[in-house]
């Protein structure tokens, strides 16, 4: 297992710690009384898991460690942090919190985007999934939510909106792509 990929799997152990801290957080506001060095906490795993993404990423390509099992966990890594963030920080008692639309939109998406590649994959005997820039941006849309809600900052329906409209019209796109490759195999 190359270094990158080692990297990539201390990413997905680093979920459950990410949403222990916010659930425990989330119930001492509860409480009334706020443990802001779990918030704190919270943060800096979120933080830690964005920057091991970036590191193992550097590392893959320009060291030459790229491999099949990272090009699947590396993807899945992010998908899973970023939707245990979304929900975790919907359901628990934060301060603030995500719209139910929000954590709805992003899992239906992406379930819809699974599920299409493996529908398209047994149709036409092959998936090919081509990244559209709208997806990045609405990881990074989405990434950008998530901190927003945990450092308290006001006005976060602006964020959430923004995460939404790219969350939603990389869907559609990766819908429009499936269709045509059913089409073509015609």
């Known amino acids: 297992m190359t270094l990158a990929t080692q990297i990539t799997v201390f990413r997905i152990l680093l979920i459950p710690v990410f949403i222990g801290?916010?659930?425990?957080y989330g119930q001492s506001v509860a409480t009334g009384l706020p443990?802001?060095?779990?918030r704190w906490w919270t943060i800096a795993?979120?933080?830690?898991?964005?920057i091991s993404d970036a590191v193992d990423g550097f590392?893959?390509?320009h060291f030459n460690q790229t491999s099949r099992l990272g090009a699947i966990l590396d993807p899945l890594a992010d998908k899973l942090m970023l939707l245990s963030a979304i929900v975790a920080l919907s359901f628990t008692g934060w301060r603030q919190h995500f719209p139910l639309w929000f954590p709805t939109l992003v899992i239906f998406r992406d379930l819809a985007s699974i599920g299409g590649a493996f529908l398209i994959d047994h149709l036409v005997g092959r998936c090919e999934i081509k990244p559209h820039w709208t997806g990045?941006?609405?990881t990074f849309a989405q990434f950008a939510a998530v901190l927003w809600l945990m450092l308290d900052l006001?006005?976060?329906?602006?964020p959430t909106?923004?995460?939404g409209a790219f969350t939603a019209t990389s869907g559609f796109l990766n819908l429009a792509a499936g269709v045509r490759q059913v089409k073509d195999a015609d």
């Open 161 to 163: 909106l923004i995460a």
């Open 35 to 38: 443990n802001e060095s779990l």
């Open 154 to 158: 006001p006005g976060l329906l602006w």
């Open 45 to 50: 795993t979120f933080a830690l898991a964005a």
């Open 21 to 24: 801290l916010a659930v425990y």
């Open 136 to 138: 990045k941006v609405a």
């Open 59 to 61: 590392i893959a390509r």
